[in-house]
Structure formats: structure tokens, C-alpha cells
């Protein structure tokens, strides 16, 4: 199909003067979404976790034509949520070719294309934005300036070419203007300068803001869309009460709320489709690498307001891939397993992502990371695990036995020591790994029991990933599993 290329040949063409004249970016996600709700299937694919809480909240501010604001934690998916609005635009937007602020072919705003009309008629050149063309999203810092956002103006030049100041010819167009017609997301809103803030306000309510003291009308046609951390929201920065005023919904996100939930994010989000080896994630790695984030989430030492981004389990999902990786290549394996060994490899994927509180900061961030993956390990382990007898394979460490499981180890030889130890390879039928699974796999479930053992105390461990007896503990039955907290101290206080 080929698209109008004149204002004449757009006239009689399915984008008639009377569909697109009025059609606004906010009646166009409006009619787009209501085509959408009447088919089943996700409203927007890729966003896990949000069906029944965020996206109804999401759909109902559209269908309102709201401008809103999402408020959330670190790695909640508040900018993915924005950007998958684009897939509510039309395919194809008509504007009149060579328009910086791509301009509706039946009512320009800027001067230029009205010259443009005035000269040319109905040969006027007609160009078309996609939806990722029509989708601009800007970081709020303190240091924006109306320049950037709006945009500015040289007065000398002005004078120069004769136009009268303040006429929209001698602006030079910030990112708002540039987003006429399309989505306008801001992150971080508060962060934005307070003056900058009413100038968006006026732009949204008048259609006119001043520049460098001199009036510029811009009746503009955006979808507004923000997002901004609770915290902030009150504390650090605020959004100006006339702004705050004109967003019409303020939708909350949230963490995952299930395992599974927080599984199947990262599984799409981390980068796990690799070139070479073939690779095989044993479900009990994921779940650990999930339970770090959710266990994260909950420590004292970790502070609460800041949130553990989602971006942690899948960080540490791609470094577990990468410490296997490595192994299998050193060790020219047919196919990638992770172990858990590879979590603790994976330790700087987590530790820059904990924002820590007094207690945690005294502990280090290492150690607090590590104690995380040991919990992780123990609750996964209770998952696979509870209520099996693990005595012989406990008794068999406390007799004197010892076995090394570096994660660069070679699974040939690694399984050679394993199978060593009574009791233990018949235990992975839990796992679902049995003899006919591959090395790796073995390994691999076999190295998991012997973590959650440790993790629980019934068997050492050292340094040197050497596992040994453990320290005589008073009873022999398996204790249910108990973090190692200390009295919460609260935040380090300010002198
Ligand atoms: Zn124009």
C-alpha cells in the first residue's frame, strides 16, 4: 500500500480531513485501546505481573484520557509500562513533511507550515511518523532548563529576520514540542525545577509559555506521561501543586508478588539466548537467583525506600550464565548448566544493587549479598526438600569426608567425587535428575543439596568451597531455617 504524498492525495485517502483534522494523540490511545479490549489476550504484551492491579488502573486513566503518572520503586517496569503505550498509535501519522513539530496536515500550528500551505496548496509535501517516532521520554535532573524542554530563543536573530518577537518562527524547539502529536513521558518528575514544572504546566493548560520573558503560544498536542519514586514524590523534590493538579491518575506499581511472577520477568528480561553452548537453567537455580531479590526486599539491612530493583535477579541471572559459560568452555562441556557455586560468582551483579542501612554498611556489602544467597539457597532447598532424610549423606561429612566444588571445576571429575558421597546422587530424583541426565546436570543438583545442607548449617563449608562436617550442633533433627539478624538498629542517624 502506498501512502498519500500530497495534502491533496491524503484528502482523498482514508486520512480524510474529517478522521484526522480532530483526531488528538489522547482520542487516538483511546480508540486504539477500546479496539484492543474487545479481543482477549494481554493488553500489553511483556508486562508481567501488572493484570490484575496496574493495568486495569492503566487502561482506565487511557480511556479517561488522562495524563498520569506511575509511582514506584527501582525496577518496577515504569518506563516499560510508558513505552508499550507507542503499541496504542496509529501505524501510520500523516504530518506535513519537513514540520519540526510534525504538524497536522489540516491545522498546522507553526508558521511555517502555514506559509508551507499558503504556497504550495494542496501539493504540499506529506511525510508519516511511526509509533517509536512519535514516543520521546526525558530523565528529570535539576539542571533541565526550559530551553531544553520547551525551547529558546535568540532575540538578536530575531530582530534580524524581521519576525516579530515571540512568534513561534524564531523558537528553537525543545524536546515537548518536538513530541507534538506524540507520547511525552518524563522520569523522575519531581527532580524537575519547580519553574520548569509550571512552564510545562502553562504549555498543557494555555498552550502558551514564556521564554526568556517573551510570550510563545504552542497549542501542542501530547500525551503526558510520568513516572517518579514515592519517596521523592514527598521528600526530595515535590511536583508543583497546579501540575500535580492536572495529572489525572496516579497508578502504583509494585514488586512481583509471586515467585513465579518474579521467575518469568526475568526469564524474558535477561539475556539468556546466547550464541555457541547449548544451555540448560535447572529450575532450582532460578528460583534461588529469584528468592535473593525477594529476600533482599525484606532484610533490616537493606533500606526499604530505596526497593530492590528487578533489575537484581536478572544481573545475576546473566553473570550465573556467564561463570558456566566459562566453565564449559575451559572444560569444552557439551552444554551450560549453572550451579549455585555460579550465584556466588555472581555476587557483582547483587551487591550494587542494595542500597544498605547502618547495620548493613557495617557488615559490608559482600557479606550482606552472600547472606542473602545462603537464605535463597535454604528456602529453595526447603522447597525441593522438606521432610527428606539427608542423615546418611550428613553422616558420611561428619565421618571425615571432605569434597572440593570449585565452579571452575570440570563436571567429569567433579561427578566422580559426588558419586562418593552415600546417599546423596539418588536424592536428586527431587530435582528430577537422574543417571541418564547429562554430567552437568548431575552436578549441578547434586552441588544444590550440598548448598542447602550447608545453608542450613547441617554440613561446613569453607573459603575454598571445600565442604566438610559442620560444628556439632545440639540436635540433630533439621531446625526450620533461621536468618541470623541482628536486633534492627534503624538508619544511621544524621549529626
Ligand atoms: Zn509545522
Known sequence: MSLPRTLGELRQSSFSEEKIRGRRVKDELRDNLMARLCHDGPMFPGIVGYDDTVIPQIVNAVLSRHNFILLGLRGQAKSRILRALTTLLDAQTPYIAGCEIHDNPYSPICGRCRLEIARLGEDTPIAYLTPDERYVEKLATPDVTIADLIGDIDPIKAARSGH?????????????????????????????????????????????????????????????VFSANPEDYTAR?????????????EIRTHYPASLEEGIAITVQEAWTQRNGYRLHIPKYVQEVIERIAFAAREDKKIDKRSGVSQRLPISCMENVISNAERRAIRHQEKVVVPRIGDVYAALPAITGKLELEYEGEMKGADFVGRELIRTAIAKAYDGFFK?????????????????????????????????????????????????????????????????????????????????????????????????????????????
Not at 191 to 212: H, P, S, T, W, Y
Not at 237 to 249: H, V
Not at 486 to 494: E, I, L, S
Request: hydrophobic content about 40%; overall charge neutral.
Open 237 to 249: 523534590g515535590k511536583i508543583i501543586t497546579p501540575l500535580k493538579d492536572r495529572i489525572g491518575s
Open 164 to 224: 516579530e518577537l515571540g512568534s513561534e518562527m524564531i523558537v528553537h524547539y525543545g524536546l515537548l514540542p518536538r513530541a507534538n502529536r506524540g507520547i511525552f513521558a518524563i522520569n523522575e518528575l519531581p527532580d524537575l525545577a519547580g519553574k520548569i514544572q509550571v512552564g510545562l504546566f502553562n504549555i498543557m493548560q494555555e498552550g502558551d509559555v514564556q521564554i526568556k520573558g517573551y510570550p510563545v503560544r504552542l497549542p501542542l498536542d501530547v500525551a503526558l
Open 387 to 495: 521432610g527428606t532424610d539427608m542423615n546418611q549423606i550428613v553422616q558420611w561429612f561428619d565421618l571425615g569426608g571432605q569434597i572440593q566444588m570449585a565452579d571452575t571445576a570440570a563436571s567429569s571429575e567433579a561427578l566422580q567425587a559426588l558419586r562418593g558421597i552415600q546417599g546423596l546422587m539418588e536424592k536428586l530424583v527431587k530435582l528430577n535428575v537422574g543417571p541418564k541426565d547429562s554430567t552437568e546436570s548431575q552436578v549441578s543438583a547434586a552441588e544444590f543439596v550440598l548448598e542447602g545442607l550447608y545453608a542450613h548449617k547441617r554440613i561446613g563449608r569453607n573459603e575454598e568451597r571445600v565442604f566438610a562436617a559442620g560444628e556439632k550442633q545440639p540436635k540433630p533433627a533439621e531446625k526450620p531455617f533461621e536468618r541470623e539478624d541482628a536486633p534492627y538498629r534503624g538508619r544511621r542517624p544524621f549529626n
